[in-house]
Structure formats: structure tokens, C-alpha cells
């Protein structure tokens, strides 16, 4: 093996072991831009119609790993039907510390 082949190999082997810690720090809090399913973009409700906006966004993150959803933003499309343009998703670990950093109130 050549010099030069031990150090693309070495070279590799390293930025692959400094990826891994920075992909698993980001795995807590994700943003889909225009989610879809089999190709369509997820609708604001759910079938039901009762269930829409938070709900609804909750469901697209259990359902793809996270817990709930932190934000989302609607998008009206040309046909008026309402889907969501962005949905960003947060894990239980990230939900429990943003609360415990909360102050509590105290009511009269």
C-alpha cells in the first residue's frame, strides 16, 4: 500500500469518527421543510377535522421519532387546502429541560 493510500485512509477514518458526535447532537431537534407522505404535502388537519395545527404536527413527529412539535408554519396552496410548510420536531429529553428552565408562576 502506498504512502499516499494510508493517508486518504487515515484522513477518511477520521472525518468519519468527527461526524458521528455531530450528527447525534442535532438528532434532538429537527426542522421538515414541506413534509410529505408517499408524495403529498401533510394536511394542517387530520381526518377527522377536529384535530388541527398542533395536534396534527404532533402526530407527524411521534411518528417520525421525536416526541412533539416545537413549531410549525401553515402554507394555503392554490387548490386553498391548508398544509403544513414546515414542521420542527423535538425529542422528550430536549421538552423536559425547556420546562424545567422555565420559572414557575405562582397563582393568587
Do not use: H
Amino acid at each position: 500500500m502506498s504512502p499516499r493510500s494510508k493517508i486518504l485512509i487515515a484522513a477518511a477514518l477520521s472525518f468519519a469518527a468527527l461526524s458521528i458526535p455531530a450528527a447525534k447532537a442535532e438528532s434532538s431537534l429537527r426542522t421538515y421543510f414541506n413534509p410529505a407522505v408517499f408524495g403529498k404535502p401533510v394536511a394542517l388537519c387530520m381526518s377527522d377535522r377536529a384535530s388541527c395545527g398542533k395536534p396534527s404536527a404532533d402526530a407527524w413527529c411521534r411518528d417520525n421519532g421525536y416526541a412533539e412539535a416545537l413549531t410549525f408554519e401553515r402554507l394555503r396552496t392554490a387548490d386553498r387546502s391548508q398544509v403544513f410548510r414546515q414542521i420542527k420536531c423535538i425529542t422528550r429529553e430536549q421538552t423536559v429541560a425547556a420546562k424545567t428552565d422555565q420559572p414557575e408562576t405562582a397563582t393568587p
